[in-house]
C-alpha cells in the first residue's frame, strides 16, 4: 500500500501539477519532512517532475564555466544572461534574484574557475532605481565645468538599466613652467573610479574628495 508523500505525489502526477521549484518544497508541501526516507521515495517519481531548481543550476553551471578563471563577475549581469537560457516560467527572479547566484560562488561544485562577485561599493546604485532629473544633470556638468584637468564626473548607464555617478581622479603629476612661472599638471594613467548614488549628496561628497586632493 502507497504510503502518505507516495499517494500525494501520484495525485500531483494524474492531475498535471508537475512544475515544482525544487525536491524539497515538493516534499514539504505533502506535510512531509526532507529526510533520507522522503528523499528515497521521491527519486522513484522524480523523472515525472520538472524541478526549475534544476535548470536554473544547470544554466548557472554553464554560465561559470565559460567565463575565464579568476574573473570578477557582475551578478546582476549574470543573472540577466542566465535567464536569457531559461523559459519564461523558470525565470531568476523577485528581490531575492541573486541570491542562488552568490550561492552558487559559493560552491565549488559550480565554481571551478574561482569566480568572485563584485563587491557592494562596485555595484552602488545597481539595485536600486533612481530617477535622474534635467536639473540634476545640469548640476552634474556645470561642476564638470570647473573641475581641473585631472578629474571629471559624469553620468553612466548600468546594467540594471540605472543611472551611476561616476569620478575619475587621475594621476597627476605637479610641475612648474619656469618660464610662465605658472603650476601645470601632467595627466597619466587613471588610478581611481569611484561611483556614487546620483544625488546632491553623492555631489556634496565628490567635491570633498576634489578639495581634499
Known amino acids: 500500500m502507497a504510503n502518505k508523500l507516495e499517494q500525494f505525489l501520484e495525485k500531483q502526477i494524474n492531475s498535471g501539477n508537475i512544475e515544482w521549484e525544487s525536491k524539497s518544497k515538493l516534499i514539504r508541501s505533502s506535510n512531509e519532512q526532507v529526510n533520507g526516507h522522503t528523499t528515497k521515495i521521491l527519486k522513484k517519481f522524480e523523472n515525472k517532475f520538472n524541478f ?10 554553464k554560465y561559470f564555466d565559460k567565463l575565464p578563471k579568476n574573473s570578477i563577475i557582475n551578478v546582476l549581469r549574470a543573472r540577466d544572461e542566465i535567464n536569457k537560457n531559461l523559459s519564461s516560467k523558470n525565470q531568476i527572479g523577485g528581490e531575492r ?6 550561492d552558487r560562488l559559493k560552491d565549488p561544485k559550480f565554481n571551478n ?18 530617477k535622474v ?3 540634476f544633470e545640469d548640476k552634474v556638468k556645470n561642476m564638470n565645468d ?7 564626473i559624469y553620468l553612466e548607464d548600468t546594467q540594471a538599466g540605472n543611472k551611476t555617478l561616476r569620478l575619475h581622479i587621475f594621476d ?6 619656469k618660464r610662465k612661472n605658472e ?16 544625488n546632491d549628496e553623492s555631489l556634496k ?9
Open 205 to 213: 561628497k565628490i567635491q570633498k574628495l576634489i578639495n581634499e586632493r
Open 146 to 152: 570647473k573641475l581641473k584637468d585631472w578629474a571629471y
Open 133 to 135: 532629473s534635467k536639473q
Open 172 to 177: 597627476s603629476i605637479l610641475s612648474k613652467d
Open 52 to 61: 526549475s531548481i534544476d535548470l536554473k543550476n544547470k544554466e548557472i553551471k
Open 97 to 102: 534574484s541573486c541570491k542562488i547566484i552568490y
Open 183 to 198: 603650476k601645470k599638471y601632467i595627466v597619466g594613467k587613471t588610478i581611481k573610479s569611484t561611483t556614487f548614488p546620483p
Open 113 to 130: 574557475n574561482n569566480l568572485k562577485p563584485q563587491t557592494l561599493d562596485n555595484q552602488v546604485s545597481r539595485v536600486q532605481v533612481y
